[in-house]
């Protein structure tokens, strides 16, 4: 990749930062999660009220064609490609509140719900060697 690649378009839109820092959100872009998504989508030359389109997204060089690719073959067409690529609502995170568990998982999720006592610790069924014996959970 050019190492200018995105810098005369983000120049043209008001922004100077180099290519690298629009890529990975950095630098001035850091705590400006629209305009460096706007870049990374070559929606910046836009309305501001255009950069929530999808259908404008990639249309155009410059734009991170990483994350189109990941776009294009994700469910929904959501994806994480970039740094602030979820906004706009484009990320494909998933979230539930109360998440029903299958009957073989609730022991699992007792035991991880269950009181630690100070000082233990147990990974994958084994404790370290400075821990002591947790009691038996309950079924």
């Known amino acids: 990749m050019n190492a200018?690649?995105?810098t005369s378009y983000a120049q043209?839109?008001?922004?100077?930062?180099?290519?690298?820092?629009?890529?990975?959100?950095?630098?001035?872009?850091?705590?400006?999660?629209?305009h460096c998504a706007a870049l990374?989508?070559?929606v910046a030359h836009l309305p501001q009220a255009q950069?929530?389109?999808?259908s404008l997204y990639y249309q155009a060089?410059?734009?991170?064609?990483y994350a189109k690719f990941w776009h294009d073959h994700a469910i929904s067409h959501l994806a994480y490609g970039f740094p602030?690529?979820?906004y706009a609502?484009?990320?494909?995170?998933?979230?539930?509140?109360?998440?029903?568990?299958?009957a073989g998982r609730r022991r699992l999720v007792a035991l991880r719900r269950s009181t630690r006592v100070p000082g233990t610790c147990r990974?994958?069924?084994?404790?370290?060697?400075k821990s002591r014996e947790l009691a038996p959970h309950p079924a």
């Open 12 to 34: 043209a839109n008001g922004i100077t930062a180099a290519t690298s820092d629009i890529f990975g959100c950095a630098g001035v872009l850091a705590n400006d999660p629209g």
């Open 89 to 102: 609502g484009q990320s494909s995170f998933i979230s539930h509140g109360n998440p029903p568990v299958p």
């Open 61 to 65: 060089a410059p734009a991170n064609y």
């Open 123 to 129: 990974l994958a069924g084994r404790q370290s060697s």
């Open 40 to 42: 990374n989508r070559h």
């Open 4 to 6: 200018n690649y995105f």
């Open 84 to 86: 602030y690529d979820d």
């Open 51 to 54: 950069w929530s389109t999808p």
